[in-house]
């Protein structure tokens, strides 16, 4: 052992200094995020955030969440932009669905080795889709653990805490026997179901990230990183005009797995499958993989990110707003008494 | 492609089943960290959390933190109920420095395939320091990534939400010149200095994690298990009475790296390197790895956890109510005008 040359931290894998460097590269996107409730500068030990004033009894709703097996997508393309929108928007969602906006987010970024570029584009993404939400950024932990992760990947995990007037948390007690379901669309799988698309489309169609998806005119790459989107902008305004009664965000485990958890006791509802218009990506997964129609609605969003629980007498009105919004919106069923989702 | 058979979420390496029956064996442990302002049960799609009446002007603080490296000692151990309480001191510290005490936390694990038990273990790990900081479990994301961590193996991340009145915030500005550092003790490396730590032990001494560590009198599982503690209850009365002028939470960067933050600007601090004893672990492992000095303080806590900021009229009376509270602590130095941290 009198051979052994003095260890140090950065011979164990660790570059503190270039750990410092990539944070210093990022204090200028996370600035922009910034609102006057935001009291911490980053680097600080924990952020600070002032609870705004005007919440007449104020209530803090907060979610954690990964990105999943996305993110291997993201790794075969090199593209790093696009997985912190995905993440901070799938919070955004999580929480709206209770009726609360976003006032702040922290992600979590882990990886075996530290590239300062990588980490800047995925700190981008996220820093990005906290301006569209108007959430602050207002910290993160970036971890490097050697022998961790693979040459080239990463882990990335956000929480978000958002704030709502307690007499207006959606928690199923306004959903109504007879309301009608309305379905957003999503722009695709979001971030649920990426193991199994994987399997379809490396494993079994054998195909390449750049390759076009048979019967799409659109590569793998395209499909399969199309941003999970936010339905704050659009659901905000109806939101605040009391005509929604419940939302369901359609993430693991599809209409079937979500939708109950936007309704009441001894309520259940009835979707037809046929109102909306599968997208094509959902189908070439379906048929390439010959999975059956129940797993499919189970494991992915068939189309539908949202769905919002308007009365029948509103719907008129909610999906007038919805338009003016720039959303296609369908009306999908009804909540019935019961329990479960029936797809007829 | 005729005869491949019809592919499910299952086939794919995600079991939705065994992660809902994680879940709700987690729901009774979860229920017991529950207060007063805690309004949602597990299950939702975010966590409900009323903001406390009776703080003048309410702040958030929010940090995010790893466990990072020191899994692998856990992985290796086959030991999980230790690495959810490192996380959730690590974080409660992590605010504590701000002067906030904590109300929520969320946890984000991520395994490649979701084994029940081990899953049970780690947030019994967090649910447990949750219970002994005052602090709600309020939800937490379980993520099955297949193909992404190696068999038996997970990240484990989290993310608190605590509170402090805003003139109450100890943000540096307290903090004069002459005022006095006094130590509180480290349990062992707490969640720092991992990676250096593992390359000592394993490849430099080739040791496993059963084994003794020469010259100490406790094998290595249970040297670098050693939980990461919480500083907020021996702390909790010394800040209620004012006398604490700053926090500094020996994390990663050692004193020199984490001292300089809770300083104002152009302060320093010089630190006697003799005033306290260094653990004997820390010693062996800087023999083993022939380390140079300064980097063992660059990276590891060196048997310090936390450091006080007081006037010195009020040293003693700071250093009366830690013992009081059962905790040792040592005069380490004092701030001083300059900058950076002298150790001399």
Same mark, same amino acid.
């Given at each position: 052992?009198?051979?052994?040359?003095? @260890?140090?931290?950065?011979?164990?894998?660790?570059?503190?200094?270039?750990?410092?460097?990539?944070?210093?590269?990022?204090?200028?996107?996370?600035?922009?995020?910034?609102?006057?409730?935001? *009291?911490?500068?980053?680097?600080?030990? $924990?952020?600070?955030?002032?609870?705004?004033?005007?919440?007449?009894?104020?209530?803090?709703?907060?979610?954690?969440?990964?990105?999943?097996?996305? @993110?291997?997508?993201?790794? @075969?393309?090199?593209?790093?932009?696009?997985? $912190?929108?995905?993440?901070?928007?799938?919070?955004?969602?999580?929480?709206?669905?209770?009726?609360?906006?976003? @006032?702040?987010?922290?992600?979590?970024?882990?990886?075996?080795?530290?590239?300062?570029?990588?980490?800047?584009?995925?700190?981008?993404?996220?820093?990005?889709?906290?301006?569209?939400?108007?959430?602050? *950024?207002?910290?993160?932990?970036?971890?490097?653990?050697?022998?961790?992760?693979?040459?080239?990947?990463?882990?990335?995990?956000?929480?978000?805490?958002?704030?709502?007037?307690?007499?207006?948390?959606?928690?199923?007690?306004?959903?109504?026997?007879?309301?009608?379901? #309305?379905?957003?669309?999503?722009?695709?799988?979001?971030?649920?179901?990426?193991?199994?698309?994987?399997?379809?489309?490396?494993?079994? *169609?054998?195909?390449?990230?750049?390759?076009? #998806?048979?019967?799409?005119?659109?590569?793998?790459?395209?499909?399969?990183?199309?941003?999970?989107?936010?339905?704050?902008?659009?659901?905000?305004?109806?939101?605040?005009?009391?005509?929604?009664?419940?939302?369901?965000?359609?993430? $693991?485990?599809?209409?079937? $797995?979500?939708?109950?958890?936007?309704?009441?006791?001894?309520?259940?509802?009835?979707?037809?499958?046929?109102?909306?218009?599968?997208?094509?990506?959902?189908?070439?997964?379906?048929?390439?993989?010959?999975?059956?129609?129940?797993?499919?609605?189970?494991?992915?969003?068939?189309?539908?990110?949202?769905?919002?629980?308007?009365?029948?007498?509103?719907?008129?009105?909610?999906?007038?707003? *919805?338009?003016?919004?720039?959303?296609?919106?369908?009306?999908?069923?009804?909540?019935?008494?019961?329990?479960?989702?029936?797809?007829?």
């Amino acid at each position: 052992m009198s051979d052994v040359e003095g @260890l140090s931290y950065r011979s164990a894998g660790v570059d503190l200094d270039a750990a410092d460097r990539a944070k210093g590269a990022l204090k200028e996107l996370v600035a922009r995020t910034r609102d006057e409730n935001t *009291l911490s500068e980053m680097g600080l030990f $924990g952020g600070l955030y002032a609870v705004p004033r005007g919440v007449g009894d104020p209530v803090l709703v907060s979610s954690a969440d990964g990105v999943g097996t996305k @993110l291997k997508i993201a790794f @075969l393309a090199g593209r790093h932009d696009t997985v $912190g929108r995905d993440l901070v928007n799938h919070c955004v969602n999580d929480i709206l669905v209770q009726g609360a906006t976003p @006032l702040f987010f922290l992600d979590y970024l882990a990886t075996g080795h530290l590239e300062e570029g990588v980490v800047t584009e995925v700190v981008k993404g996220v820093a990005q889709a906290c301006l569209e939400n108007g959430c602050a *950024l207002l910290g993160g932990e970036t971890a490097e653990m050697p022998d961790f992760y693979s040459r080239g990947e990463y882990d990335l995990a956000g929480f978000i805490v958002g704030i709502v007037d307690r007499e207006d948390i959606l928690d199923g007690s306004r959903v109504r026997a007879g309301d009608v379901l #309305i379905g957003l669309g999503s722009t695709g799988l979001h971030t649920n179901g990426y193991s199994l698309a994987r399997k379809i489309v490396f494993d079994v *169609l054998g195909l390449h990230v750049g390759d076009l #998806i048979p019967g799409l005119e659109r590569t793998v790459q395209d499909a399969l990183l199309a941003v999970h989107r936010s339905y704050l902008p659009s659901l905000r305004k109806t939101l605040v005009a009391g005509r929604v009664h419940g939302l369901a965000h359609i993430t $693991g485990g599809g209409i079937p $797995g979500n939708l109950p958890r936007a309704l009441g006791p001894g309520q259940g509802a009835r979707v037809h499958t046929g109102s909306w218009e599968v997208p094509p990506l959902f189908q070439a997964l379906q048929n390439a993989g010959k999975v059956a129609t129940e797993e499919m609605f189970r494991v992915f969003n068939m189309g539908v990110g949202m769905i919002v629980i308007s009365s029948r007498d509103h719907a008129d009105a909610v999906a007038n707003e *919805l338009a003016a919004a720039g959303e296609r919106s369908w009306i999908l069923g009804e909540v019935v008494e019961g329990a479960g989702v029936e797809l007829v």
